[in-house]
Protein backbone atom coordinates (compact mmCIF):
# COMPACT_ATOMS: atom_id res chain seq x y z
CA UNK A 1 0.00 0.00 0.00
CA UNK A 2 2.96 2.28 0.80
CA UNK A 3 4.05 1.98 -3.06
CA UNK A 4 1.26 2.06 -4.63
CA UNK A 5 0.38 5.63 -2.69
CA UNK A 6 4.07 6.57 -3.70
CA UNK A 7 3.83 5.65 -7.16
CA UNK A 8 0.14 7.86 -7.07
CA UNK A 9 1.78 10.78 -5.45
CA UNK A 10 4.91 10.59 -7.72
CA UNK A 11 3.12 10.10 -11.35
CA UNK A 12 0.47 13.70 -10.00
CA UNK A 13 3.47 15.15 -9.47
CA UNK A 14 4.84 14.80 -13.60
CA UNK A 15 4.07 17.82 -15.11
CA UNK A 16 2.30 17.61 -18.76
CA UNK A 17 4.77 16.10 -21.19
CA UNK A 18 5.21 17.33 -24.82
CA UNK A 19 5.51 13.52 -25.43
CA UNK A 20 2.53 10.49 -25.41
CA UNK A 21 1.71 9.26 -21.70
CA UNK A 22 1.19 6.16 -21.75
CA UNK A 23 -1.24 4.79 -19.06
CA UNK A 24 -2.66 0.75 -19.24
CA UNK A 25 -4.61 -0.83 -16.75
CA UNK A 26 -5.65 -4.56 -17.57
CA UNK A 27 -6.35 -7.98 -15.94
CA UNK A 28 -4.59 -10.93 -16.49
CA UNK A 29 -6.16 -13.50 -14.73
CA UNK A 30 -8.02 -15.92 -17.20
CA UNK A 31 -11.39 -15.89 -18.55
CA UNK A 32 -13.90 -18.67 -18.54
CA UNK A 33 -12.05 -20.91 -21.14
CA UNK A 34 -8.61 -20.65 -18.87
CA UNK A 35 -6.77 -18.07 -21.11
CA UNK A 36 -6.26 -13.88 -20.47
CA UNK A 37 -8.20 -11.69 -22.51
CA UNK A 38 -5.62 -8.60 -22.56
CA UNK A 39 -3.74 -9.05 -25.37
CA UNK A 40 -7.13 -8.72 -27.43
CA UNK A 41 -8.38 -5.66 -25.59
CA UNK A 42 -4.61 -4.19 -26.15
CA UNK A 43 -3.87 -4.58 -29.79
CA UNK A 44 -7.20 -3.03 -30.60
CA UNK A 45 -7.02 0.04 -28.27
CA UNK A 46 -3.19 0.61 -29.28
CA UNK A 47 -4.70 0.27 -32.68
CA UNK A 48 -7.34 3.19 -32.30
CA UNK A 49 -4.96 5.41 -30.40
CA UNK A 50 -2.49 5.15 -33.04
CA UNK A 51 -4.91 5.73 -35.87
CA UNK A 52 -5.22 9.16 -33.81
CA UNK A 53 -2.17 10.89 -34.23
CA UNK A 54 -0.48 11.57 -37.85
CA UNK A 55 1.41 8.66 -39.59
CA UNK A 56 5.13 8.22 -38.88
CA UNK A 57 5.74 11.27 -36.79
CA UNK A 58 7.79 11.15 -33.65
CA UNK A 59 4.69 10.37 -31.20
CA UNK A 60 3.93 7.30 -33.27
CA UNK A 61 7.40 6.07 -33.05
CA UNK A 62 6.93 6.74 -29.20
CA UNK A 63 3.72 4.90 -28.66
CA UNK A 64 4.60 2.47 -30.66
CA UNK A 65 7.71 1.73 -28.76
CA UNK A 66 5.81 2.02 -25.37
CA UNK A 67 3.37 -0.94 -26.99
CA UNK A 68 5.90 -3.17 -27.86
CA UNK A 69 7.40 -2.79 -24.11
CA UNK A 70 4.23 -3.18 -22.70
CA UNK A 71 3.11 -6.48 -24.32
CA UNK A 72 6.62 -7.90 -23.48
CA UNK A 73 6.03 -6.96 -20.17
CA UNK A 74 2.51 -8.91 -19.92
CA UNK A 75 3.64 -11.72 -22.00
CA UNK A 76 7.15 -13.05 -20.33
CA UNK A 77 7.00 -11.33 -17.05
CA UNK A 78 4.23 -11.59 -15.05
CA UNK A 79 3.79 -13.83 -11.48
CA UNK A 80 1.52 -16.61 -12.81
CA UNK A 81 -0.73 -15.30 -9.55
CA UNK A 82 -1.20 -11.49 -10.44
CA UNK A 83 -4.35 -10.83 -11.54
CA UNK A 84 -4.56 -6.84 -13.00
CA UNK A 85 -1.39 -4.90 -13.66
CA UNK A 86 -1.22 -0.70 -13.84
CA UNK A 87 1.51 0.90 -16.67
CA UNK A 88 2.29 4.26 -16.80
CA UNK A 89 5.50 4.62 -20.04
CA UNK A 90 6.31 6.97 -21.70
CA UNK A 91 9.07 6.41 -24.12
CA UNK A 92 9.55 9.98 -25.03
CA UNK A 93 10.19 10.46 -21.69
CA UNK A 94 12.31 7.51 -20.08
CA UNK A 95 9.45 7.12 -18.00
CA UNK A 96 8.68 3.49 -16.61
CA UNK A 97 6.41 2.35 -13.74
CA UNK A 98 4.41 -0.88 -13.22
CA UNK A 99 2.86 -2.59 -10.72
CA UNK A 100 0.86 -5.74 -10.00
CA UNK A 101 -2.47 -6.76 -8.19
CA UNK A 102 -3.43 -9.98 -6.45
CA UNK A 103 -7.31 -8.44 -7.22
CA UNK A 104 -8.95 -6.72 -10.53
CA UNK A 105 -9.47 -3.42 -11.64
CA UNK A 106 -13.66 -2.94 -12.46
CA UNK A 107 -12.64 -1.62 -16.01
CA UNK A 108 -9.78 -1.75 -18.55
CA UNK A 109 -8.26 1.46 -19.84
CA UNK A 110 -5.77 2.35 -22.25
CA UNK A 111 -5.22 6.36 -22.00
CA UNK A 112 -3.16 8.10 -24.27
CA UNK A 113 -2.60 11.74 -22.75
CA UNK A 114 -0.02 14.61 -21.36
CA UNK A 115 -0.15 13.59 -18.13
CA UNK A 116 -0.20 10.18 -16.30
CA UNK A 117 -3.92 8.69 -15.43
CA UNK A 118 -4.71 7.80 -11.90
CA UNK A 119 -8.44 7.32 -11.41
CA UNK A 120 -8.16 3.99 -11.53
CA UNK A 121 -5.03 3.54 -9.32
CA UNK A 122 -6.61 5.76 -6.48
CA UNK A 123 -9.95 3.75 -6.53
CA UNK A 124 -8.13 0.19 -6.25
CA UNK A 125 -5.80 1.15 -3.23
CA UNK A 126 -9.35 3.64 -1.73
CA UNK A 127 -11.30 0.61 -1.77
CA UNK A 128 -8.84 -2.12 -1.15
CA UNK A 129 -7.70 -1.05 2.50
CA UNK A 130 -5.14 -2.01 4.80
CA UNK A 131 -6.50 -4.50 7.75
CA UNK A 132 -5.07 -6.76 10.55
CA UNK A 133 -6.44 -9.98 11.40
CA UNK A 134 -5.19 -11.54 14.80
CA UNK A 135 -6.12 -15.06 15.43
CA UNK A 136 -5.25 -16.51 18.38
CA UNK A 137 -5.29 -19.09 21.48
CA UNK A 138 -4.31 -19.99 25.01
CA UNK A 139 -0.87 -20.12 23.86
CA UNK A 140 -0.35 -18.37 20.46
CA UNK A 141 -1.16 -15.85 18.02
CA UNK A 142 -1.10 -14.74 14.26
CA UNK A 143 -1.24 -11.24 12.86
CA UNK A 144 -1.93 -10.96 9.06
CA UNK A 145 -1.83 -8.13 7.63
CA UNK A 146 -3.75 -7.94 4.19
CA UNK A 147 -4.41 -5.35 1.74
CA UNK A 148 -4.92 -4.68 -2.03
CA UNK A 149 -6.39 -8.31 -2.49
CA UNK A 150 -3.54 -10.16 -0.96
CA UNK A 151 -1.19 -11.35 2.63
CA UNK A 152 1.09 -8.39 2.59
CA UNK A 153 2.86 -9.74 6.33
CA UNK A 154 2.30 -12.24 8.56
CA UNK A 155 4.04 -12.64 12.39
CA UNK A 156 3.73 -15.74 14.69
CA UNK A 157 4.21 -15.52 18.44
CA UNK A 158 4.18 -17.63 21.08
CA UNK A 159 2.60 -16.73 24.50
CA UNK A 160 5.44 -16.13 27.17
CA UNK A 161 4.84 -19.26 29.99
CA UNK A 162 4.51 -22.55 29.32
CA UNK A 163 1.45 -24.16 31.19
CA UNK A 164 2.73 -27.62 33.13
CA UNK A 165 0.21 -29.81 32.06
CA UNK A 166 0.69 -32.33 35.25
CA UNK A 167 -2.70 -33.97 36.12
CA UNK A 168 -4.11 -32.53 39.25
CA UNK A 169 -6.61 -32.57 41.47
CA UNK A 170 -8.94 -31.03 44.40
CA UNK A 171 -7.11 -27.43 45.79
CA UNK A 172 -4.28 -27.93 43.24
CA UNK A 173 -6.31 -28.40 40.47
CA UNK A 174 -8.47 -24.89 41.81
CA UNK A 175 -4.74 -23.03 41.76
CA UNK A 176 -4.13 -24.88 38.18
CA UNK A 177 -7.15 -23.79 36.70
CA UNK A 178 -6.57 -20.16 38.34
CA UNK A 179 -2.86 -19.98 36.69
CA UNK A 180 -4.09 -20.59 33.24
CA UNK A 181 -6.75 -18.06 33.36
CA UNK A 182 -3.76 -15.68 34.84
CA UNK A 183 -1.20 -17.23 31.39
CA UNK A 184 -4.45 -16.64 29.00
CA UNK A 185 -4.64 -13.14 30.51
CA UNK A 186 -0.86 -12.44 29.63
CA UNK A 187 -0.93 -13.84 26.35
CA UNK A 188 -4.00 -11.41 25.73
CA UNK A 189 -2.12 -8.24 27.10
CA UNK A 190 0.94 -9.71 25.33
CA UNK A 191 -1.11 -9.46 21.67
CA UNK A 192 -2.72 -6.97 22.12
CA UNK A 193 0.34 -4.86 22.19
CA UNK A 194 1.24 -6.45 19.35
CA UNK A 195 -1.51 -5.48 17.94
CA UNK A 196 -1.89 -1.89 19.20
CA UNK A 197 1.90 -0.84 17.48
CA UNK A 198 0.08 -1.57 14.38
CA UNK A 199 -2.93 0.41 14.72
CA UNK A 200 -1.38 3.10 16.91
CA UNK A 201 1.10 3.65 13.84
CA UNK A 202 -2.11 3.89 11.46
CA UNK A 203 -0.50 1.44 9.23
CA UNK A 204 -4.06 -0.44 9.03
CA UNK A 205 -7.06 0.79 8.40
CA UNK A 206 -9.77 -2.19 10.05
CA UNK A 207 -8.80 -5.04 12.61
CA UNK A 208 -10.66 -8.38 12.69
CA UNK A 209 -9.98 -10.51 15.89
CA UNK A 210 -9.85 -14.73 15.57
CA UNK A 211 -10.28 -17.10 17.82
CA UNK A 212 -12.19 -19.44 20.14
CA UNK A 213 -14.65 -17.08 22.76
CA UNK A 214 -12.75 -18.01 25.55
CA UNK A 215 -9.33 -15.93 23.91
CA UNK A 216 -11.66 -13.79 22.51
CA UNK A 217 -13.00 -12.88 25.66
CA UNK A 218 -9.96 -12.43 26.63
CA UNK A 219 -8.88 -9.93 23.87
CA UNK A 220 -11.73 -7.74 24.24
CA UNK A 221 -10.81 -6.75 27.79
CA UNK A 222 -7.24 -5.60 27.03
CA UNK A 223 -8.35 -4.05 24.03
CA UNK A 224 -6.68 -0.22 23.88
CA UNK A 225 -9.41 2.36 22.29
CA UNK A 226 -7.51 3.17 19.05
CA UNK A 227 -8.00 -0.57 18.37
CA UNK A 228 -12.16 -0.72 19.03
CA UNK A 229 -12.21 1.98 17.11
CA UNK A 230 -10.98 -0.17 14.19
CA UNK A 231 -12.69 -3.06 15.50
CA UNK A 232 -15.03 -4.34 12.74
CA UNK A 233 -15.60 -8.28 13.32
CA UNK A 234 -14.77 -11.18 15.26
CA UNK A 235 -14.47 -14.28 13.24
CA UNK A 236 -14.16 -17.94 14.88
CA UNK A 237 -11.39 -19.01 13.19
CA UNK A 238 -8.36 -21.64 13.89
CA UNK A 239 -5.11 -20.72 14.88
CA UNK A 240 -3.56 -22.77 12.25
CA UNK A 241 -6.08 -21.22 9.42
CA UNK A 242 -3.77 -21.15 6.18
CA UNK A 243 -2.95 -17.15 5.25
CA UNK A 244 -4.62 -17.14 2.09
CA UNK A 245 -8.10 -19.16 4.11
CA UNK A 246 -7.73 -16.30 6.50
CA UNK A 247 -8.24 -13.36 3.45
CA UNK A 248 -11.01 -15.28 1.94
CA UNK A 249 -13.01 -15.35 4.97
CA UNK A 250 -12.17 -11.36 5.81
CA UNK A 251 -12.20 -9.46 2.53
CA UNK A 252 -15.58 -9.25 1.88
CA UNK A 253 -16.67 -8.39 5.25
CA UNK A 254 -13.66 -5.22 4.84
CA UNK A 255 -15.08 -4.83 1.44
CA UNK A 256 -18.64 -3.89 2.50
CA UNK A 257 -16.98 -2.31 5.54
CA UNK A 258 -15.02 0.39 3.90
CA UNK A 259 -17.94 0.67 1.55
CA UNK A 260 -20.32 1.67 4.57
CA UNK A 261 -17.68 3.99 6.14
CA UNK A 262 -17.29 5.67 2.56
CA UNK A 263 -21.28 6.12 2.66
CA UNK A 264 -21.32 7.87 5.64
CA UNK A 265 -18.50 10.00 5.20
CA UNK A 266 -20.75 11.32 2.68
CA UNK A 267 -23.43 11.40 4.59
CA UNK A 268 -21.35 13.94 6.73
CA UNK A 269 -20.60 15.96 3.34
CA UNK A 270 -23.94 16.56 3.09
CA UNK A 271 -24.94 17.23 6.29
CA UNK A 272 -22.43 19.87 6.99
CA UNK A 273 -22.99 21.30 3.41
CA UNK A 274 -27.03 21.60 4.09
CA UNK A 275 -25.64 23.38 7.42
CA UNK A 276 -23.47 25.66 5.98
CA UNK A 277 -20.52 24.03 7.19
CA UNK A 278 -16.94 23.01 6.36
CA UNK A 279 -18.34 21.09 3.40
CA UNK A 280 -19.18 21.98 -0.56
CA UNK A 281 -21.34 19.64 -2.84
CA UNK A 282 -22.24 19.82 -6.55
CA UNK A 283 -19.34 20.24 -9.48
CA UNK A 284 -18.48 23.75 -9.73
CA UNK A 285 -18.27 24.54 -6.17
CA UNK A 286 -15.81 21.42 -5.43
CA UNK A 287 -13.51 22.82 -8.39
CA UNK A 288 -14.00 26.09 -7.15
CA UNK A 289 -12.57 24.45 -3.13
CA UNK A 290 -9.68 22.43 -4.98
CA UNK A 291 -8.67 25.11 -6.85
CA UNK A 292 -8.14 27.24 -3.72
CA UNK A 293 -6.59 24.47 -1.74
CA UNK A 294 -9.85 24.49 0.65
CA UNK A 295 -10.11 20.65 0.20
CA UNK A 296 -9.88 18.53 3.11
CA UNK A 297 -11.13 15.25 1.26
CA UNK A 298 -12.28 14.68 -1.98
CA UNK A 299 -15.65 12.78 -2.28
CA UNK A 300 -16.67 11.09 -5.68
CA UNK A 301 -19.64 9.21 -6.64
CA UNK A 302 -18.54 5.85 -8.08
CA UNK A 303 -21.54 7.12 -10.80
CA UNK A 304 -19.37 10.49 -11.40
CA UNK A 305 -17.71 8.65 -14.89
CA UNK A 306 -15.05 10.65 -16.82
CA UNK A 307 -17.84 11.87 -19.48
CA UNK A 308 -17.77 15.81 -17.46
CA UNK A 309 -15.79 17.84 -19.70
CA UNK A 310 -13.39 21.09 -18.81
CA UNK A 311 -10.74 23.11 -18.90
CA UNK A 312 -7.39 23.54 -16.94
CA UNK A 313 -5.21 26.64 -17.22
CA UNK A 314 -1.49 25.57 -19.01
CA UNK A 315 0.31 27.85 -16.51
CA UNK A 316 -1.64 28.17 -12.87
CA UNK A 317 -3.29 24.66 -13.36
CA UNK A 318 -6.59 25.68 -12.13
CA UNK A 319 -9.73 23.76 -13.09
CA UNK A 320 -13.24 24.77 -14.31
CA UNK A 321 -16.52 23.65 -16.18
CA UNK A 322 -17.17 23.82 -19.31
CA UNK A 323 -17.50 26.26 -21.56
CA UNK A 324 -14.25 27.66 -21.09
CA UNK A 325 -13.08 31.02 -21.10
CA UNK A 326 -11.00 32.89 -23.74
CA UNK A 327 -8.21 32.98 -21.03
CA UNK A 328 -7.69 31.87 -17.00
CA UNK A 329 -9.96 33.94 -14.60
CA UNK A 330 -6.78 33.41 -12.06
CA UNK A 331 -4.05 34.30 -13.97
CA UNK A 332 -5.28 35.95 -17.81
CA UNK A 333 -3.19 32.97 -19.19
CA UNK A 334 -5.26 32.74 -22.66
CA UNK A 335 -5.98 29.38 -24.38
CA UNK A 336 -6.55 27.01 -21.57
CA UNK A 337 -6.71 23.20 -22.35
CA UNK A 338 -9.69 20.79 -22.68
CA UNK A 339 -9.12 18.30 -19.87
CA UNK A 340 -11.47 15.35 -18.89
CA UNK A 341 -12.41 16.70 -14.50
CA UNK A 342 -12.94 13.85 -13.10
CA UNK A 343 -8.92 13.07 -13.69
CA UNK A 344 -8.18 16.29 -13.23
CA UNK A 345 -9.88 16.14 -9.88
CA UNK A 346 -8.33 13.20 -8.68
CA UNK A 347 -4.96 14.42 -9.87
CA UNK A 348 -5.22 17.78 -8.25
CA UNK A 349 -6.06 16.25 -5.02
CA UNK A 350 -3.34 13.95 -5.04
CA UNK A 351 -0.52 16.74 -5.72
CA UNK A 352 -1.82 19.09 -2.76
CA UNK A 353 -1.91 15.37 -0.62
CA UNK A 354 -5.51 15.08 -0.31
CA UNK A 355 -7.29 12.17 0.16
CA UNK A 356 -9.52 10.74 -2.74
CA UNK A 357 -12.78 8.29 -1.54
CA UNK A 358 -14.63 6.97 -3.77
CA UNK A 359 -18.30 6.40 -2.81
CA UNK A 360 -21.08 3.44 -3.72
CA UNK A 361 -24.43 3.55 -4.41
CA UNK A 362 -25.20 6.85 -2.32
CA UNK A 363 -28.32 8.83 -4.08
CA UNK A 364 -28.16 11.71 -1.82
CA UNK A 365 -24.18 12.71 -3.28
CA UNK A 366 -25.23 11.55 -6.70
CA UNK A 367 -27.98 13.97 -7.31
CA UNK A 368 -25.40 17.06 -6.16
CA UNK A 369 -23.17 16.18 -9.65
CA UNK A 370 -21.70 13.36 -7.79
CA UNK A 371 -18.76 15.18 -6.33
CA UNK A 372 -18.19 16.59 -2.85
CA UNK A 373 -15.48 17.67 -0.30
CA UNK A 374 -14.83 18.12 3.49
CA UNK A 375 -12.89 21.36 3.80
CA UNK A 376 -10.25 22.73 5.56
CA UNK A 377 -10.91 26.27 5.90
CA UNK A 378 -13.32 29.07 4.34
CA UNK A 379 -12.39 32.18 2.81
Known sequence: MTEISQTINRLAHLPPSANPVISCFVNTGPDGRGRPTFMTFLKKAF?????????????????????????????????????????????GDGLWEAQTFRTEFDEERLVVGPVPHLYPLVKLADQSPLYAVCVADSKQARLVVCGLGEVLTEEDFAGSEPIDRTRVAGWAEVRYQSRIEDHIAKNAREIVERLAKIVEKGEVDYVILGGDELILGELRRHLTPAIREKL?????????????EILKRTLQTVRDTEARDSRRLA???????????????????????????????????????????????????????????????FCDEPLPERIELREAMVRRAERTGRKVEIVESHPGLEALDGVGALLRYRV
Open 267 to 329: DLVIDRFRAGGLAVAGLEPTIEALNLEQVDQLLLAESFNGDHAGWQCPQCRVLGVDPAPAACP
Open 232 to 244: IDEEHIAIDAAAH
Open 47 to 91: GERLRSFPERTEAVRHIEADRDRILSFLTDELDPSVKAVSIHASN
